[in-house]
């Protein structure tokens, strides 16, 4: 087959013609017609149909800082040119600065890192150092989450759209997740009595042997649109977990690295100390990087075994992610992301009062999402109206993403260096669009 190799660029329907050709037609596209970018730069795509947009999903909460930053960047580019690649077999320098760092600001008494390329493979590992410091195998998780494409991490997933055949690689349960607007229960905030939490305990007494390796949550559920539990929902899920003797894992690889706003880390919004916390997507700004953190305790499970991880925290993806903390720190992005957050909340609520379609507003930080009704009371999801709402803020000249088991949660995580005059931009789009849709 000759293949076209001169050509610098190709338009926009080449592009989408050749993933059509040669890609897995399971990749699925966000938008009816499928829209590849060319470039970035701080918030701002330039899509292959050669607009401008305003960036509020960034490639999946994985942009934190901004498209191609300069500073971010050039240490990158500096380090490919100066090594790439060992692998794990040899000690490297920007690693093991890297896990200092993450050290010095992850929550209580974790210290010790693991460096792999993916969210999926950061669960995997933390699941399988739960594992072997407990001695057992069951793993509670919550209804709604999503953890990886992997086979285990696949076992954990409980999202149906997002599970693929039948995954089964060790025990896992389910709990009933702090899904409020949606209570499990038939619960109202006033008068909630926090049932959700208390169900860990009866999953664990009627559905395993009463003794688990671990429950693993995410502080807000990412794909499962930003299922925000109430303040006090981890002191008493994780206090239950303990008393059967499971670990805790805080996945962290939507709501880590500054996103919650004025915190590194969704779990210390909680105020609960993790045995085991795992990070990827945003924390180095679009580098491929995956990354378990354990205590002393746990993080010698493992030993008598050899721990490769060929890619894992290489040179160049360490670098990117030792300059994505500096850039997030030197910009104070932590604390930027609750200001601009705080504010974006604001708007959106307001935006909320306008338009009966948006039935609820919730998240934290620059991760905030509506949750779209057909009807405010039945809250039939309404899944057709928010493709279009997707739709048209395209057309408008905005990215949002989509979320949420019934596909009716629009799900927004700019870069965190936005201000609020994007905020102003991306409420304008978001307005004109519900206008437009009803
Ligand atoms: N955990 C959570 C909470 C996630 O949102 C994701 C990805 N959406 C993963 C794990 C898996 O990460 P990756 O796609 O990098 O394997």
Redesign the pocket.
Known sequence: MAIEKTKAHLSREEIVAKQREFLLPSLGSHYQDPLPFVSGKGFHLKGADGREYLDFFGG?VTVSVGHCDEEITERTIAQMRTLQHTSTLFPIEAQARLAERLASITPGRLKKSFFAN????A?EKAIQLAQAHTGRKTVVALRHC????TAG?QTLTAHAPWRIGEPNAFPVVHARNAYCYRCPFGKAPSNCSMECAKDLEEVIQTTTSGEIAAFIA?PIQ??GGFITPPADYFKEAVAIARKYGGLFIS?E??TGFGRTGGKWFGIEHYDVEPDLMTG??GMANGLPI?WVIANDEVSTALNGKVHLNTFGGNPVSSTAALATLDAMESRDLPGNAQRVGGYFRMRLEELAEKHSLIGDVRGMGLMQALELVKDRKTKEPAKQELQRVVEVARENGLVIGKGGLHGNVIRMTPPMSISTSEVDVAIASLDAAFAQVK
């Open positions: 999946i993916s969210g999926s493979e669960d999503y953890s990886g494409g991490v995410e990412g794909v996945d690889v939507q990827a997507k995956g």
